[in-house]
Structures are given as C-alpha cells and as structure tokens.
C-alpha cells in the first residue's frame, strides 16, 4: 500500500501546477478559469462512479490543500458545525447561485464565463485557506459542492473494512485522515462506512497491522 500513496503524492505534485497557474493568472488569462469547470465536471462523473475518490486524488486543488497547505495548518480537529448536512446543503445551493448570477450578467461572453469561474474558484481557495490556517488544511472540502455532491451520489460505492480482531486501538490510521474521520473507533462488523472517505488510503498505508483495505459496496 505504501506503493500506492506513492504514486498519489506524485500525481497530486503533477497536478498541483494547474491549479497553482489557474489561480495566481486566471484574473488576467480569463480561458484559465476553464480549468474549474473541467475539475467540477471531473468530479462529478467520478462522484456517481466512485464517491469522493476524485477529491482525494485527482483534484488539483486538493492537491494544493495535501501537499502545501498542510505544511502550515495546526491540523485541529475539524468542527463539527462544518460537516452540518444544513450548512453543506446551504453552500451548494449559495455558491452554484452566486456562479450562475455571476455568469448571467454576460452570458455570450464566453471570456466571462472564464472569469466566472476563477472567481468564484478564488473566492473558495481564500476560505479554505482561512480554514486551513484556523483549522485543519482540508476542513474546506466539507463544504465544497462537488464534495458533497459525490459524498451523496456516490459515498456509499465503497468502504473501508478492517479486521478488528487484531486492531490494536493505535488510531494512527485516524490520526492520519485527511478528513478527520474517525476510522479504527468507528469499525461495526469490520466495516467502516463513511460517505466522505476520500479513498486517499492514508489510513491503510498507516496501519502498522495491515489490517485495512478500500471494497467495494
């Protein structure tokens, strides 16, 4: 296992480029802001497929949140107001409203569009950033729409399992979850069901015991 999250850390290095670029030139090279929908729609697909599978390894911006952000996080507990189904729901709703309004107001400029959605991709990045420093460095992905969109079409498409007869109650593998999930302390039946696993396999790669593995559902 220790292999795969080899192979995430450097896909996530590769990838964090693109959104380092988008970011810092999409206010003046307004195609950049391609980028987001491009990430959103990559997300979407792979959240009726796989959960959040594309969050913990194909998003350029959770790329950014793993490999830099975390350097500089206190890495607190994530509270539990922003894991709130009300406040996700209310997040989606907003920020989809806000990009739609925003693209209205010149909807044949296709430059516009672009420009949208940096916008609205720099808006969310200075938020997770906020949260990051204050909190955890991927506190924001519990509000982010794609997030919870996949979390809720396809969170429950796979699962990690785990055999909790030679669990030794370390928590390492909750220690290092992006998402502060609770993994080890969670377990029924040698299950661990949670829609907003990332499928980073941090957790597995973790275990000193070898005794976690992502199936499927």
């Known amino acids: 296992m ?13 990838l964090l480029p693109i959104f380092v670029v988008a970011f810092s030139l999409g206010w003046k090279y307004h195609w950049l802001g391609f980028v987001v929908p491009i990430a959103m ?5 792979g959240g009726l497929l796989r959960g959040r599978y594309v969050c913990g390894n ?6 950014f949140l793993d490999r830099i952000l975390s350097k500089a996080s206190p890495k607190k507990d994530i509270p539990a107001f922003l894991r709130h189904p009300y406040l996700r729901a209310f997040m ?3 920020l989809i409203g806000i990009l739609t309004l925003q693209i209205s107001k010149d909807p044949q400029n296709l430059m516009h569009w672009g420009f949208s959605f940096w916008l609205i991709c720099f808006v969310t990045t200075i938020l997770a950033l906020m949260l990051g420093f204050i909190w955890h460095y991927r506190a924001w992905c519990y509000l982010c729409p794609i ?17 909790e007869e030679r669990c030794k109650g370390c928590l390492l593998c909750e220690n290092v979850c992006p998402l502060n999930l609770k993994v080890a302390s ?9 829609r907003d696993c990332l499928q980073c396999l941090e957790c597995v790669d973790s275990c000193p015991k070898r005794i976690l593995e992502l199936r499927k559902n």
């Open 41 to 45: 729609l990559v997300g979407m697909v």
């Open 186 to 194: 969670k377990a029924n039946n040698n299950e661990i069901k949670n």
């Open 92 to 94: 989606f709703v907003f």
């Open 147 to 163: 997030g919870s969109f996949s979390a809720l079409v396809g969170g429950h498409k796979r699962f990690l399992a785990i055999d």
């Open 58 to 63: 194909l998003c350029p911006r959770g790329a």
């Open 2 to 14: 220790a292999m795969k999250n080899n192979k995430r850390s450097r896909r996530q290095w590769l």
